[in-house]
């Protein structure tokens, strides 16, 4: 049998399609790169963004002629999507190929589902809280040098503009002996980098302890996490990533908005002056940091003073890049509610104003690396060259050999663009 996956949206759903494909593998199926070939197509789905349904629905749409001709066929659809309010009835209205839908905190269970589809027992959907975390699940991971590992499952904070509480549940933490047990795993599988994953991994409470215990690994060459949110960003995190050299100098801090206006109607429980404050910290503590950011434009009620605001905001914090988005109501939520909803074709030119600002900083920020040398961990080879990511989290490219992804390498930067540097390698 054959497996076919289609995974949208972070990396939390990257890490939700290794347990998927892990937990498949236990059942005899094989992963295939083909969905024609499939026996089993699982969407992953993403429900961030109105854009990323909206690609799904139309996916689903290129699969319907598949199930057509190929009725033993079963159709899946798991992740965010599956959790929505009244999502079973809108797939089952648009969809109704669709033979399972899995909520996000019931993966352990689509193996099951599956099977019972097989056997005849039609459509089945499961989306319950279950309330506890499921470990000891199987995996898979696409690259062996490199491994994705929960810390916290779900989100307590409830922005104003996001449905991650709503799809991902309440916020539900892993106990540190478990963190630690998979972490000392994946290492011993040839990993040297991890990544631990959070909604808001500084909610965590021994997220400076879980820093300083992984620095112990033998064989870990890098540390890194995601999503750290800027109100929980205390001292003893800042001060655990400064006295760990494993740690990547790289802090992704969501900043949203320049205006204390808008934050506060996004109900991000920090002021830009906070904000600044916190970056000045963790620049004073961590000189070579890196900081990277997320940026929503076109916001209910956000005005030009606003943007102003936000762009100001850029230039004095100088981020190495930003992750830039139109404000996109999702059903549920309290923005979606609210007056002053801004029109398109604003939010637009309010996008791209935001992203040259970022370009220009990035660049400047890019240029002053020209002449440094930084380590890399090769991740992709292609015509000659491999490309990978420095502690800073900057991409760069560099001349190499296909043996040499999964390794270290020395690199010295010698051009810088908007978005990526070129560089040589230089290993003693």
Not at 169 to 189: A, C, H, K, L, P
Not at 291 to 307: A, K, N, R
Not at 315 to 326: E, I, K, L
Not at 394 to 418: C, K, M, N, S, W
Request: a negative charge; charged letters at 25%.
């Amino acid at each position: 049998m054959l497996v076919y996956i289609a995974t949208y949206g972070c990396q939390a759903n990257e890490r939700d399609s290794e347990t998927i494909l892990g937990m498949l593998l236990q059942v005899d199926y094989q992963e295939t790169g083909e969905e024609t070939k499939a026996d089993l197509i699982i969407l992953n789905t993403c429900s961030i963004r109105d854009k990323a349904e909206q690609k799904v629905f139309s996916y689903l749409g290129t699969l319907r002629q598949l199930k057509e001709d190929k009725p033993g066929l079963v159709i899946a659809l798991c992740g965010c999507m599956a959790q929505e309010e009244d999502m079973v009835d809108m797939i089952r209205r648009r969809a109704p190929f669709v033979d399972v839908i899995c909520g996000t905190q019931r993966l352990h269970r689509l193996p099951e589902m599956v099977r019972l589809v097989q056997s005849g027992m039609g459509f089945q959907s499961d989306r319950e809280e279950p309330g506890e975390i499921i470990e000891g699940l199987p995996s898979i991971r696409p690259y062996p040098f490199k491994a994705l590992i929960n810390i916290t499952f779900g989100c307590d904070n409830f922005c104003t503009y996001c449905i991650v509480p709503y799809v991902r549940g309440r916020e539900r933490g892993r106990r540190i002996e478990d963190v630690m047990g998979e972490s000392r795993q994946r290492v011993d599988e040839g990993a040297v980098e991890l990544m631990y994953l959070g909604q808001n991994v500084n909610a965590y409470a021994p997220f400076p302890e879980l820093i300083r215990q992984a620095q112990g690994i033998d064989g870990l060459r890098r540390i890194r996490f995601l999503t750290s949110h800027p109100k929980d960003f205390h001292r003893d995190i800042i001060r655990a990533i400064a006295d760990s050299p494993k740690a990547a100098r790289h802090i992704h801090l969501p900043v949203q908005s320049g205006s204390n206006r808008i934050l506060n109607a996004m109900n991000r429980g920090y002021s830009r002056e906070a904000y600044l404050a916190l970056t000045a910290k963790v620049r004073q503590a961590i000189p070579d940091v890196v900081l990277t950011t997320d940026i929503i434009v076109g916001f209910p009620g956000e005005t030009d003073e606003d943007i102003a605001d936000t762009l100001d905001l850029i230039n004095q914090v100088g981020f190495g890049s930003a992750f830039t988005f139109m404000y996109s109501p999702r059903k549920g939520t309290p923005a979606a509610k609210m007056e002053k909803q801004i029109a398109l074709a604003e939010k637009k030119a309010r996008l791209q104003a935001v992203m040259d600002a970022q370009a220009a900083k990035g660049l400047q920020l890019h240029q002053s690396l020209v002449g440094t040398r930084m380590e890399v961990l090769a991740e992709a080879w292609d015509s000659g060259r491999l490309s990978g990511r420095g502690s800073g989290h900057q991409l760069i490219y560099f001349p190499g050999e296909p043996d040499g992804v999964g390794l270290f390498h020395r690199v010295e930067v010698t051009q810088a663009r908007t978005w990526t540097l070129e560089g040589i390698a230089c290993d003693e």
